[in-house]
T-cell receptor
Framework: KAGVTQTPRYLIKTRGQQVTLSCSPI?????VSWYQQTPGQGLQFLFE???????NKGNFPGRFSGRQFSNSRSEMNVSTLELGDSALYLC?????????????FGPGTRLTVL | GIQVEQSPPDLILQEGANSTLRCNFSDSVNNLQWFHQNPWGQLINLFY???GTKQNGRLSATTVATERYSLLYISSSQTTDSGVYFC????????????FGKGTKLTVNP
């Protein structure tokens, strides 16, 4: 069974631009969660989607948004990029919602904002 | 919200040595997972272990839910074990998200 895939793996953007990251979960999994990892704040939860609905959202500004498609693939969008958005963005796939079941992570997208 | 503390923050070993990593958490949990983050950033799932003991090769883990801690044991360490080990929990009746500790950075020297 293929694992979680994320594209692109690396991105370089400038302040003020917007970016879209993609995550394809393990086949059959309907929950996709997104996390941001920075050296200062560690791993922080962004949001979770299950069956195309956002179930939960972390403490991030409205510039961070996401969606999930009928095939469970998910995208997250960051608008008006700031230097502090430079981070590793990880998505996790699970068969059940709400982080109660095993979470499987993708390889991440490393975003650099100049 | 739930607090997750990992110790030690850094650990340096010689190849072949054994080690124990600890994760303390402040409230009851539905989910506890151990991850290994490789040098390229990917989080590899090691164990899903909200309670009890599991073993997988040279790695084993024990969670004592009533005392709110979990231990990850690495035996006969290899250089490929190097990386950061994270403990993450989902608080029972809580926010339905994984809360991560700050990690233990393990360096295994040849």
């Amino acid at each position: 069974k293929a694992g979680v895939t994320q594209t692109p793996r690396y991105l370089i953007k400038t302040r003020g631009q917007q970016v879209t990251l993609s995550c394809s979960p393990i086949s059959g999994h309907r929950s996709v969660s997104w996390y941001q990892q920075t050296p200062g704040q560690g791993l922080q939860f962004l949001f979770e989607y299950f069956s195309e609905t956002q179930r939960n959202k972390g403490n991030f500004p409205g510039r961070f948004s996401g969606r999930q498609f009928s095939n469970s693939r998910s995208e997250m969008n960051v608008s008006t990029l700031e230097l502090g958005d430079s981070a590793l963005y990880l998505c996790a796939s699970s068969s059940s919602p709400g982080a109660t079941d095993t979470q499987y992570f993708g390889p991440g997208t490393r975003l650099t904002v100049l | 919200g739930i607090q997750v503390e990992q110790s030690p923050p850094d650990l340096i070993l010689q190849e072949g040595a054994n080690s124990t990593l600890r994760c303390n958490f402040s409230d009851s949990v539905n989910n506890l997972q151990w991850f290994h983050q490789n040098p390229w950033g990917q989080l590899i799932n090691l164990f899903y272990i909200p309670s009890g003991t599991k073993q997988n090769g040279r790695l084993s883990a024990t969670t004592v839910a009533t005392e709110r801690y979990s231990l990850l044991y690495i035996s006969s360490s290899q250089t490929t074990d190097s990386g950061v080990y994270f403990c993450a929990v989902d608080e029972r009746g809580g926010s339905e998200k994984l809360v991560f500790g700050k990690g233990t950075k393990l360096t295994v020297n040849p």
